[in-house]
C-alpha cells in the first residue's frame, strides 16, 4: 500500500513538474524579440498596395502587429461619400464634412511614426455613411480586424504631419488624409488586445530567413 501510494506521489510530482515546464515553455515562446530592419520594412513598403503588414505576434497579454502605409498624393476635398454600401455603418449625419475619406478600426489602437513625406491628417468624428468590409477582406483578416470606412463627419480635427512626428489614435477614432502634397510613409504600430488578427504572421516578403531570426 505504501508502495502504491509513493508511486501515485511520484507521478503526480512529475505531472506536476512537466506541466510547470510545459507552462514555463510557452511563456518563453513569447520573450523572444523581434528585429525589423530599415532595410526590412523599406523592402515591404516598396511592394504593390497601400498599406502591408509587416508582422505579427503574440506578446503574451495581447498580439501586436507593426505595417507599413504609403500614400500618394492626395488632393484637398478629393474626398467622396460612399454610394449605397453593401455593409453599411457609421452615421447618418453629414454635419461638418471634413472632405476627408477615413476608417475607423473598432478594436485596433493605432501608432503611426511618419517615416517620409507629409500631409493633413483628421482624426475624430464619425464616420458618416461609412462601409465595412467583407468578412475576407485584407483588412480584416490581416491588417486591423473590423473597421469602418468613408467620409469623417462631426467633431474632428485636422493637423499637419511631418517625417519624425509620431501619431496615437485610439480604437473607434476616425481618421484619414485630408491632403498629401507629395506622399506620406509611415510605420504602424498595432496592438490588438482583443486578438481579432493572427499571432503569426510574417509577410512573405521577409522570406524564411526572418522567420529563423525572430525564433532564434
Known sequence: MKQTLKSLVTLAVSGATAAAMNSASAQDD?????????????????????????????????????????????????????????????????????????????????????????????????IYNGNGFAEDSAVNTTLNGPSCSGLIVGDWIAKHVKEGDIIIIPAGTPHGW??????????????????????????PALGADFRMQTEE
Not at 485630408?178 to 509577410?203: G, T
Open 30 to 126: 513569447q520573450t523572444y524579440a523581434t528585429f525589423i530592419t530599415e532595410e526590412q520594412w523599406q523592402m515591404v513598403n516598396e511592394l504593390p498596395g497601400v498599406d502591408r503588414q509587416i508582422i505579427s505576434r503574440d506578446i503574451g497579454k495581447l498580439n501586436l502587429s507593426v505595417g507599413i502605409v504609403h500614400r500618394g498624393a492626395v488632393a484637398r476635398g478629393s474626398g467622396q461619400d460612399n454610394d449605397n454600401p453593401e455593409r453599411p455603418c457609421g452615421t447618418q449625419d453629414s454635419s461638418r464634412n471634413s472632405s476627408a475619406r477615413g476608417i475607423m478600426h473598432i478594436h485596433q489602437t493605432e501608432t503611426y511614426y511618419i517615416a517620409s513625406g507629409s500631409g493633413t491628417l483628421v482624426t475624430g468624428g464619425e
Open 178 to 203: 485630408l491632403e498629401v502634397p507629395v506622399h506620406v510613409d509611415y510605420l504602424s504600430v498595432r496592438p490588438d488586445p482583443d486578438r481579432v488578427l493572427p499571432d503569426d504572421y510574417i509577410n
